[in-house]
């Protein structure tokens, strides 16, 4: 059985730092590439971040670009997103996504494990 187990968020001031992390387990990791999404309440589930099989390849929405650092840890099976200087603009639930395309992919619809999700608040 596939899990993807977000943790990480919370309630944190604008200008503020978090690190998320999405621990994988019941499909090869290093095998898999992977998304950082983020749903707020009213709006589409958005692509935040993705990351490659590897690592060496990395995207980044506009909207987070010079502030947000996804990584990954293929030993530990974990995904992470350092996110720094935070906006309430951020706020949102953060869901972990992975995928054995290549790519990395960047629509949500190319994702076939999806975790719980873990809720970031940036207050103003």
């Known amino acids: 059985q596939v899990q993807l187990v977000e943790s990480g968020g919370g309630l944190v001031q604008a200008g503020g730092s978090l690190r998320l992390s999405c621990v994988v387990s019941g499909r090869t990791f290093s095998r898999s590439a992977m998304g950082w999404f983020r749903q707020a309440p009213g709006k589409e589930r958005e692509i935040v971040s993705a990351?490659?099989?590897?690592?060496?390849?990395?995207y980044y929405a506009d909207s987070v670009k010079g502030r947000f650092t996804i990584s990954r840890d293929n030993a530990k099976n974990t995904v992470y997103l350092q996110m720094n200087s935070l906006k309430p603009e951020d706020t949102a639930v953060y869901y972990c996504?992975?995928?054995?395309?290549?790519?990395?992919?960047?629509?949500?619809?190319?994702?076939?494990?999806w975790g719980q999700g873990t809720q970031v608040t940036v207050s103003s």
């Open positions: 996504a992975a995928t054995g395309l290549s790519g990395p992919p960047i629509t949500h619809r190319e994702y076939d494990s």
């Open positions: 990351i490659s099989w590897s690592g060496r390849t990395t």
